[in-house]
T-cell receptor
Framework: DAGVTQSPTHLIKTRGQQVTLRCSPISGHKSVSWYQQVLGQGPQFIFQYYEKEERGRGNFPDRFSARQFPNYSSELNVNALLLGDSALYLC???????????????FGPGTRLTVL | KNQVEQSPQSLIILEGKNCTLQCNYTVSPFSNLRWYKQDTGRGPVSLTIMTFSENTKSNGRYTATLDADTKQSSLHITASQLSDSASYICVVSAKNDYKLSFGAGTTVTVRA
């Protein structure tokens, strides 16, 4: 079985540009979460989507947005890139769960974004 | 505020030796605690998961312990191998909360 896949693996952008990152969850998983991981730190929660609805949002500015498609894949968009947005962006998928319970999340390999 | 703190920040051990990583948390009400292994530039991979009623869980050479009363967990690596070089992240979830609380991780370097 394929695990969580993310594309692209690496990306270089300049300040002010926009970027779209993509994630395909494990087959059968309906929940997708996005995390930002700055070098040397643990992942920071950005968004979680369940059944195409936003379930939660972390403490990130409105420049960050996401959506989930009918096939449960997801995109993370970041506008007006700043140098501080340089990080590893992780996508994680999980099985359907009762409302409000955290399932084991399976992480993708991440997209390394560098903003120059 | 739910927080997870890990120590040490990093450590270096010789191949074949054992080491123990620590995790303290303030997440409440507690649901479960996971240890993940993250190789450089890769996504985290789950090693163990423990609920309130479990105080130890093993996965090969990795053994995790949990003391829910003191809100502490440890990850013990036995007979380390070069492939154990990675960051180990403690992740705690609260009941009725979809969000996870991540520690900053402990970077383990195993040297021959």
């Amino acid at each position: 079985d394929a695990g969580v896949t993310q594309s692209p693996t690496h990306l270089i952008k300049t300040r002010g540009q926009q970027v779209t990152l993509r994630c395909s969850p494990i087959s059968g998983h309906k929940s997708v979460s996005w995390y930002q991981q700055v070098l040397g730190q643990g992942p920071q929660f950005i968004f979680q989507y369940y059944e195409k609805e936003e379930r939660g949002r972390g403490n990130f500015p409105d420049r960050f947005s996401a959506r989930q498609f009918p096939n449960y894949s997801s995109e993370l968009n970041v506008n007006a890139l700043l140098l501080g947005d340089s990080a590893l962006y992780l996508c994680a998928s999980s099985l359907p769960s009762p409302q409000g319970r955290a399932d084991t999340q399976y992480f993708g390999p991440g997209t390394r974004l560098t903003v120059l | 505020k739910n927080q997870v703190e890990q120590s040490p920040q990093s450590l270096i051990i010789l191949e074949g030796k054992n080491c123990t990583l620590q995790c303290n948390y303030t997440v409440s009400p507690f649901s479960n605690l996971r240890w993940y292994k993250q190789d450089t530039g890769r996504g985290p991979v789950s090693l163990t998961i423990m609920t309130f009623s479990e105080n130890t869980k093993s996965n090969g050479r990795y053994t995790a312990t949990l003391d829910a009363d003191t809100k502490q967990s440890s990850l013990h690596i036995t007979a380390s191998q070069l492939s154990d070089s990675a960051s180990y992240i403690c992740v705690v979830s609260a009941k009725n909360d979809y969000k996870l609380s991540f520690g900053a991780g402990t970077t383990v370097t195993v040297r021959a």
